[in-house]
């Protein structure tokens, strides 16, 4: 079967968002999707269901701030299979034909989200929109990189549909912000949901065939953690999702999925994703504001030390000084920040953090490493073979059996080894976030995205890697180059 890799785009009738209606104690908002797919089968999916994630920084977020977007129509062109429920196909179209029936479905999702969401969590919120024309790209930009408020969200889908919102009706914002998403750069994510009798049991799913993914179906990323010998599609919470792969191939990754045997899944669905782009990062910000996620460049400021609780500081000199962390989890990523030197040049990508001040590692480039000198072995008497004895800072060196005086010339300072090379490193898999780039696909001269030059790919190879409320309506800084003129 052939899988698209663009569709729907400008020819979309409506375009469905629905955001925050799962909790820690379970429930997940692409297993809606998955209930919405059912109920809705009267229309038909335009393009790839998708999970479109937001600023990881937020405080109110439940897990990994995921929101779903539907696009839904009067299919056209040929369909591909984008997952199955209960043994029955689900099927996409690349193009769509306008449906009239736009209060019905509205009805039918009020149903599901009511039917499904955590409404007894505090922190739920749930809320959906249903538009006939997606709002500007800039609200995506902004949430995926700022914090948006309540009210910037309402008035960049005034006009374009309707919004159901239930309690304080926050999730409209991760709502909003996932009918925005226009893909600079995507990822897909087929993700299997368990049988509901399997809920909060043990997830059945055997090692070898994960460790095996990579090599089966090349394009996928993040499936197992070498370092920690751990499979990191599968979810450690009771929530109804089985396992997830994320690939750049979405043709694979039903294949890769069946590969995998194990507990049957209930259910799949293939969703097109942000995840893995880095749209989160605001590349050479002014300042460093906290719930942001920043890449900066600087000049590494005194030598890294090693907190309570395994965590390593390396204060850099930037616009202002800042402290680089990488904790405890990143496991053998510290040992590269332990291996950074005074006036070392890297670039740091990361989220900031306002108590204590500093970024939170999420990749980091060493530019170059400063020369480090370290202070040579005395010389030996050329009389006697003695060591001799050093007289002060610029003093000659000493004989004292033989009284030999010798210049300091003799035992010039040596450059010290460094531990790591000028690259690319990066957390092992099971402590990445969903929005990071792995340096696979950074690398990766077929999934080079729209722009990206191969040779520029080759040049930044990594040398080594560990493991594989608000805002302006216009903040430029927060925007790609090529969508301002959309704002
Ligand atoms: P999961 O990933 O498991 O679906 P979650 O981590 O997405 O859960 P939610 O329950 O969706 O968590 O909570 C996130 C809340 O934050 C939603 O109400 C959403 O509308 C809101 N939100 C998302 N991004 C932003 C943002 N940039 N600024 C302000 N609010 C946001």
């Not at 799913?205 to 990191?232: C, H, K, M, Q």
């Not at 590269?336 to 500093?358: N, Q």
């Not at 077929?446 to 608000?470: C, E, I, T, W, Y």
Request: charged share 25%.
């Amino acid at each position: 079967m052939d899988y698209p890799a663009r569709q729907g785009s400008g020819c979309v009738p409506l375009y469905l968002g629905v955001d925050d209606t799962d909790s820690l104690r379970g429930m997940c908002t692409t297993y809606l999707a998955t209930e919405l797919v059912r109920a809705l089968s009267h229309v038909d999916l335009i393009g790839y269901p998708r999970l479109v994630r937001l600023n990881p920084n937020i405080p109110w977020k439940t897990r990994g701030n995921g929101a779903i977007c539907l696009r839904l129509g009067r299919g056209r062109g040929p369909k591909f299979l984008v997952g199955e429920i209960e043994g029955r196909a689900v099927w996409a179209y690349p193009r769509g034909a306008a449906v009239s029936s736009m209060e019905y479905i509205a009805e039918a999702v009020a149903r599901i989200v009511e039917a499904w969401a955590e409404f007894d969590d505090p922190r739920t919120n749930p809320a959906f929109v249903l538009l006939r024309h997606r709002p500007r790209p800039g609200l995506y930009w902004r949430a995926v990189r700022d914090v948006v408020a309540k009210e910037d969200a309402l008035s960049a889908i005034r006009g374009l549909g309707i919004a159901r919102e239930w309690k304080n009706g926050r999730g409209v914002i991760g709502a909003a912000a996932a009918t925005a998403w226009r893909p600079r750069d995507r990822t897909y994510e087929v993700l299997a949901y368990r049988h509901p009798s399997r809920w909060g049991s043990r997830r059945e799913i055997p090692a070898e065939p994960v460790r095996r993914l990579g090599e089966r179906f090349p394009s996928t990323f993040n499936n197992y953690d070498w370092e920690e010998g751990r499979v990191v599609i599968t979810p450690r919470t009771p929530c109804p999702i089985l396992c997830g792969i994320r690939g750049d191939d979405p043709g694979e990754l039903p294949s890769a999925l069946a590969s995998l045997g194990g507990e049957p899944p209930d259910r799949w669905l293939l969703f097109e994703t942000n995840q893995g782009t880095d749209d989160h990062v605001l590349h050479h910000p002014e300042v460093a504001r906290p719930w942001t996620t920043v890449d900066i460049e600087g000049t590494v400021a005194s030598h890294p030390r090693t907190i309570v609780g395994g965590h390593v500081v390396v204060p850099v000199r930037w616009r202002e000084p800042l402290d680089l962390v990488a904790y405890e989890p990143s496991k053998g990523f510290r040992d590269v920040v332990r291996a950074l030197s005074p006036g070392d040049r890297v670039r740091a990508i990361g989220a900031v953090r306002e108590t204590p001040r500093s970024v939170n590692l999420e990749k980091l480039q060493v530019i170059t490493l400063a020369s480090t000198i370290a202070k040579a072995a005395n010389p030996p008497c050329p009389s006697c073979g003695k060591r001799m004895k050093s007289s002060g800072r610029a003093g000659p060196y000493r004989c004292r059996r033989c009284g030999v005086r010798r210049p300091q010339s003799d035992a010039p300072p040596v450059l010290r080894a460094r531990e790591i090379d000028p690259g690319w490193y990066e957390p092992p898999v099971g402590s990445r976030r969903h929005l990071s780039q792995p340096l696979k696909r950074r690398f990766s001269a077929r999934f080079d995205r729209k722009g990206g030059s191969r040779q520029n790919a080759q040049q930044g190879l990594p040398q080594f890697s560990r493991g594989a409320d608000s805002l302006p309506t216009t903040s430029p800084a927060y925007l790609p180059a090529d969508i301002k003129e959309d704002l």
